[in-house]
């Protein structure tokens, strides 16, 4: 019985220094109070009552999320400012023996940091350099805090607020930036307005103009068509009045009409030629003139 109490001791005592070490952690060995070694992911076994684990490190990004900080800017402006440190350990020895109170730590030199990366620059150019601050206090961060094993992955401002009197003023200055572009927008689209208007107007009368144009041209042009044509008329209905008479005048000889006739007819042919338009008829004052007229208009007939 006593062996079997002792198998049992023995057993419990061995798993009890049996140690698993978990992912993204790491076991920090001491033997007889003494860094042994670090232990990483894995099963690992322990020497009874000599080697301890004097400390389990996380190695997962942390972040610590500190309280608002007094702060005074390059033109004498008090603030408070709040940030948030992203960090991972990356020596667990280090870690373990570099300072006692590494959060603690780190949120001092925070705010030691913060202080002097604000205190070289002015009201505005804090407002408006916020990433410039942040790269600033995660290298000087980062340096100060690598003989730590810690390594600073991110440094970022939450808020940045300014006394009362000059949010106040900066609220003034922003609504009257805005109502300043509001009214210089007013008055470029009034510009721009104006100027497509008379562009418009402009473009409105050369149409105009050139409409106008067209249509005089083609009146004109119209207006001598139709002259062309009356004249063409007038001289088709003079060639067919002549050619009716001179066909007369043929049916006439062939008929056997005698020179009286045809004088007579040779007569009534110049006098519809004149188309009315002649006030006077000079008719010949002897019969040979008359004769000659009418052996003349023969001549036409025959040719």
């Keep these: 019985m006593p062996y079997f109490i002792a198998i049992i001791l023995i057993l419990v005592l061995i798993a009890m220094n049996i140690k698993i070490v978990p992912q993204a952690h790491s076991f920090i060995v001491e033997r007889l109070g003494a860094y ?13 009552f000599i080697d301890k684990v004097a400390r389990k490190v996380d190695l997962k990004e942390q972040y610590c999320d500190f309280p608002p900080q007094p702060v005074i ?22 870690y373990a023996y570099g300072v006692r109170n590494p959060i603690g730590a780190i949120e001092n030199l925070t705010a030691t940091t913060l202080r002097n990366v604000i205190g070289s620059l002015t009201l505005d150019e804090t407002l408006t350099s ?58 470029e689209g009034e ?51 002549q050619k009716a008479n001179a066909d007369g005048i043929m049916m006439l000889k062939e008929a056997g009409a005698d020179e009286s006739v045809l004088t007579i007819k040779s007569l009534e042919a110049f006098e519809k030629a004149a188309n009315g338009q002649a006030t006077k008829i000079i008719v010949p004052s002897n019969i040979a003139g008359v004769a000659g007229l009418a052996e003349s208009i023969k001549e036409v007939v025959k040719s």
Excluded at 73 to 94: E, G, H, L
Excluded at 149 to 176: C, F, H, S, Y
């Design 191 to 241: 510009k721009q307005s104006a100027i497509t208007v008379a562009e418009g107007e402009k473009q409105s009368k050369i149409l105009q103009a050139e409409a106008d144009k067209q249509a005089t041209i083609l009146q004109a042009e119209a207006m001598k068509e139709k002259q062309i044509r009356e004249a063409e008329g007038q001289a088709e209905a003079i060639r067919n009045v």
């Design 130 to 187: 916020r990433d410039q601050i942040n790269a600033q206090m995660q290298d000087a961060l980062d340096i100060a805090t690598d003989p730590w094993g810690i390594k600073i992955t991110r440094v970022e401002l939450k808020n940045i607020n300014p006394p009362e009197q000059i949010r106040d003023a900066m609220e003034k200055q922003m609504k009257a930036e805005r109502e300043k572009r509001e009214k210089i927008l007013f008055a």
């Design 73 to 94: 800017t390059q033109d004498n402006v008090t603030m408070q400012i709040d940030s948030i440190v992203f960090f991972r350990i990356s020596d667990p020895k280090a």
């Design 36 to 48: 042994k070694e670090t232990w990483d992911v894995g099963l690992h076994f322990m020497i009874p």
